[in-house]
T-cell receptor, first 109, second 117 residues
Framework: KQEVTQIPAALSVPEGENLVLNCSFT??????LQWFRQDPGKGLTSLLL?????REQTSGRLNASLDKSSGRSTLYIAASQPGDSATYLC????????FGQGTELSVKP | KAGVTQTPRYLIKTRGQQVTLSCSPI?????VSWYQQTPGQGLQFLFE???????NKGNFPGRFSGRQFSNSRSEMNVSTLELGDSALYLC????????????????FGPGTRLLVL
C-alpha cells in the first residue's frame, strides 16, 4: 500500500529565504508525482508534475526533483515571498492519486 | 476559460440525511475525480469518472456513490450521513483519464464544505 509522507508538517521562514520541502513515498512504482498548493479554505492548484522518467521540473522560482529509487521528492522554493504562504501537498500517482498530509508554509515579511 | 465549479460551496446536514454534491468540469474535460479532505485523514481519493463510467474507486463504503452525465458534469451522493462525513469534498477535472497513468494534470475546484450535525 502506497504511503506518502511530508516533512516538516509546518515551516516558518523570513521573506527572501530559499527553502526545501520534502516528500517520501514507499512504493516506487509510480506514473508521476505532483506538487500542489492549497490556500486556506480553497481547492488545490497544481504547481509541478514530474513524470516517472524525469528527474526534475522547474517553473519560475519552483524546482521539484524526483528520485524514484529512493522514494523521494523535494520542492525547492527560491527567494520566498509572503504570497508563498500556503499548504504544499505532494501526491504520487500509481492508478490512484495518493496525497501526503502536506507542509504548512508561512513566510514572514 | 472557466475553471472547475462546485455547488453548493457550503452545506449543513444532520445525521441520517443524504446529500448530493455537483461538479462542473472545465469545458472539454472528460474526466472527473472526487476527493475527501479531513484534518485527520488528509486528502483521500473517492472515485474517478470518464465518459459516464466509473473508472477507479477508493476505499470508501457504498454510501458514497457518484455518476457522470453526457456533458461530463458529475454528481456525488452520500447517503445516511455520519458525523465523520464532515469534510471538504473536492472535485478535479482533466482532459483524459488519469487512473490509467496518463500524464494528465488535474484541475481542482474550490470544494464543497459539508458539516454533519
Amino acid at each position: 500500500k502506497q504511503e506518502v509522507t511530508q516533512i516538516p508538517a509546518a515551516l516558518s521562514v523570513p521573506e527572501g529565504e530559499n527553502l526545501v520541502l520534502n516528500c517520501s513515498f514507499t512504493d516506487s512504482a509510480i506514473y508521476n508525482l505532483q506538487w500542489f498548493r492549497q490556500d486556506p479554505g480553497k481547492g488545490l492548484t497544481s504547481l509541478l508534475l514530474i513524470q516517472s522518467s524525469q528527474r526534475e521540473q522547474t517553473s519560475g522560482r519552483l524546482n521539484a526533483s524526483l528520485d524514484k529509487s529512493s522514494g523521494r521528492s523535494t520542492l525547492y522554493i527560491a527567494a520566498s515571498q509572503p504570497g508563498d504562504s500556503a499548504t504544499y501537498l505532494c501526491a504520487v500517482r500509481g492508478g490512484k492519486l495518493i496525497f501526503g498530509q502536506g507542509t504548512e508554509l508561512s513566510v514572514k515579511p | 476559460k472557466a475553471g472547475v465549479t462546485q455547488t453548493p460551496r457550503y452545506l449543513i446536514k444532520t445525521r441520517g440525511q443524504q446529500v448530493t454534491l455537483s461538479c462542473s468540469p472545465i469545458s472539454g474535460h472528460r474526466s472527473v475525480s472526487w476527493y475527501q479532505q479531513t484534518p485527520g485523514q488528509g486528502l483521500q481519493f473517492l472515485f474517478e469518472y470518464f465518459s459516464e463510467t466509473q473508472r477507479n474507486k477508493g476505499n470508501f463504503p457504498g454510501r458514497f456513490s457518484g455518476r457522470q452525465f453526457s456533458n461530463s458534469r458529475s454528481e456525488m451522493n452520500v447517503s445516511t450521513l455520519e458525523l465523520g462525513d464532515s469534510a471538504l469534498y473536492l472535485c478535479a477535472s482533466s482532459l483524459a483519464r488519469t487512473s490509467g497513468g496518463e500524464q494528465e494534470t488535474q484541475y481542482f475546484g474550490p470544494g464543497t464544505r459539508l458539516l454533519v450535525l
